[in-house]
């Protein structure tokens, strides 16, 4: 069941399947994404929104987290090590940080399918529409995807697990500066991710109670 917001809402929307989203988030509001039906891959990536030169850096929120996986109390990490969000709440858990973006070139390269835009090219538009382009996209999070890893580092076949997720599900996070947030609500159909029948999503600003 999806918690009720404590706060101010300044942004609730829906995001269709296969569509980006972008927003900026003040610093101490938070972003809820919402896995409406469960199952849907969320390609997500953050930006200082007033130098957005300084972006969300896998490594550093890796290496600080001591896990490839991404939960309740994680630390999203810029490329110069300041915190840019927090995921506060999270109720599937789990989260990727290594799988990165479809797009058009790796479904032809992974799944033999060509003409199939991914979150790759959903990226760029939200980033053009915001100045930004090609240079700025970098590894992204996959909210409620998995990416299994053998003891050995091995991969296992197709990259992406079916997802665990259910509908209802959400991530929550707080913007510890001001931050311009990119979503993809990812459109692929090769992989066992959402059942190949993306869904959508919902997409919540809100300043909480007493910020």
Known sequence: MVQAIEGEVLMDEPVAPGTPWWGRVERGCCLRIVDLHGRQGVDFLCYNADAPEERYH????????????????????????????????????????????????????????????????????????????????????NFFCEVPVAGDGALVPGVFARGHSVAGDYVELRAEQRVLAVVSNCPQVNNPCNDGAPSEIQILIYRPAGA
Request: proline content about 6%; glycine content about 12%; charged content about 20%.
């Open 58 to 141: 896998a490594p550093n929120t890796m290496k600080a987290a001591g896990s490839i996986l991404l939960n309740q109390g994680s630390v999203l990490y810029s490329d110069v090590a300041r915190p840019l969000m927090t995921v506060v709440e999270d109720t599937c858990g789990g989260h990727d940080t290594i799988g990165g973006c479809c797009s058009a070139p790796s479904n032809e390269l992974l799944y033999g399918v060509r003409d199939t835009p991914g979150c790759r090219e959903n990226f760029l538009a939200a980033l053009e529409a915001n100045g930004l382009g090609r240079r700025d996209i970098v590894p992204n999070i």
